[in-house]
Nanobody, 121 residues
Framework: QVQLVESGGGLVQAGGSLRLSCAASGRTFSRYAMGWFRQAPGKEREFVASISWSGDSTYYADSVKGRFTISRDNAKNTVYLQMNSLKPEDTADYYC??????????????WGQGTQVTVSS
């Protein structure tokens, strides 16, 4: 079992930055690949980024490539999403998930409760 708690969301102006954190409980955190997804009102949940258990491999949605960076610290049981050059279209609830590298939410076993990100124009 892995429990995930996101933090770091908030309101930011376009062009600004935020860093999301996802703290995981459980001793098996380092065994799991991790991902970030987001869901805007009225839209389906979409893939943002994922990272392998070792951190050696990362994957990004085209819409965030070059602006967002996913990383992890297995000693702290935490995965991060650094978001730079934010745009109003990045506004969504952001979720971290454990257990996959897929771009599909179906590939993940555990989910956090989400943290809200609002980017004003």
């Amino acid at each position: 079992q892995v429990q995930l708690v996101e933090s770091g969301g908030g309101l930011v102006q376009a062009g600004g930055s935020l860093r999301l954190s996802c703290a995981a409980s459980g001793r098996t955190f380092s065994r799991y690949a991790m991902g970030w997804f987001r869901q805007a009102p009225g839209k389906e949940r979409e893939f943002v980024a994922s990272i392998s258990w070792s951190g050696d491999s990362t994957y990004y949605a085209d819409s965030v490539k070059g602006r967002f960076t996913i990383s992890r610290d297995n000693a702290k049981n935490t995965v991060y999403l650094q978001m730079n050059s934010l745009k109003p279209e990045d506004t969504a609830d952001y979720y971290c998930a454990a257990g996959g590298l897929d771009s599909s939410p179906k590939g993940y076993l555990y989910w956090g409760q989400g943290t809200q990100v609002t980017v004003s124009s």
